[in-house]
């Protein structure tokens, strides 16, 4: 087992901001996660998109900033999409129940 | 006793370290792909407990852990010198997130709830010298090879 490094990478196109979240995202980043999302969270122009093709591994900590997010951009009526979510990552997802909040939101990728 | 003991400082920079660590015992006890990743995320959960309610104010405040190969599978034991109310109140509460409009919903509180979901058994343990949480994953060994 490879303890891959946690690291947001942001990608902005006209309409949206992706972050793409990549190695393990546990209680040890959740600064870092926060810090990445600041600029970008309350900005109502643009969808927001986490991308989680590259996510190794996540647990309540990470599952929390997503409710957070989720709850912010319900409340700005701004869109949030999370994409790709790796098959260990959903599991927990579905457990926790926050699945069904979430939208996967392909149809706006193109 | 075959238990396999690790401390680390009550920081959370070092739970990947417990999360190696049980990955390379989980491995050689044969543990499904699938079981050693719902250990992971419990045994860290455990830890993100100890952690956030760990003492303040004890210097060189640590984690123990203590990983023992017993006949039904793996325990893992987290022990840290936190207050436990907290956690026999969350154990009794522990939930997934409600059916509710998206407003409705808390931040937090997830943890104690996947760590029930993930294990076979639970179990808090408060006495005054800390909290020890014991979580044990039965090895299906006709599942294994």
């Known amino acids: ?110 | 006793m075959n238990a396999i003991r690790l401390q680390i400082p009550a920081h959370a920079d070092y739970i990947d370290l417990v999360r190696i660590c049980l990955f390379g015992i989980a491995s050689k006890m044969n543990y499904a792909y699938e079981d050693m990743e719902d250990m992971k995320v419990a045994v860290s959960e455990a830890c993100n407990n100890a952690v956030i309610h760990g003492s303040y104010d004890a210097d060189g405040n640590v984690i123990d852990i203590s990983f023992e190969p017993v006949n039904s599978g793996l325990t893992i034991k987290v022990k840290n010198n936190g207050t436990s109310t907290l956690v026999e109140e969350a154990i009794e509460k522990a939930a997934p997130l409600p059916e509710v409009e998206v407003s409705g919903l808390k931040v937090g509180g997830l943890g104690i709830y996947l760590m029930q979901a993930l294990m076979d058994e639970v179990e808090v343990n408060t006495s005054d010298s800390g909290t020890e949480v014991v979580l044990t994953k039965y090895l299906n060994v006709a599942a294994g090879h």
């Open chain 1, 1 to 110: 087992m490879k303890a891959e490094q946690f690291q947001v990478v942001q990608e902005e196109t006209l309409d949206q901001f992706i972050l793409h979240v990549s190695g393990e995202l546990d209680l040890s980043v959740v600064p870092q996660l926060r810090t990445a999302l600041e600029p970008v969270m309350n900005r109502t122009d643009k969808a927001l998109i986490l991308n989680l093709k590259q996510l190794k591994y996540i647990d309540s900590t990470g599952i929390g900033i997503i409710v957070s997010v989720l709850k912010l951009r319900d409340e700005l009526k701004a869109p949030f999409f999370v994409r790709e979510i790796p098959a260990a990552v959903k599991r927990l997802f579905d457990l926790t129940g926050i699945s069904r909040y979430l939208t996967e939101g392909t149809e706006a990728q193109a």
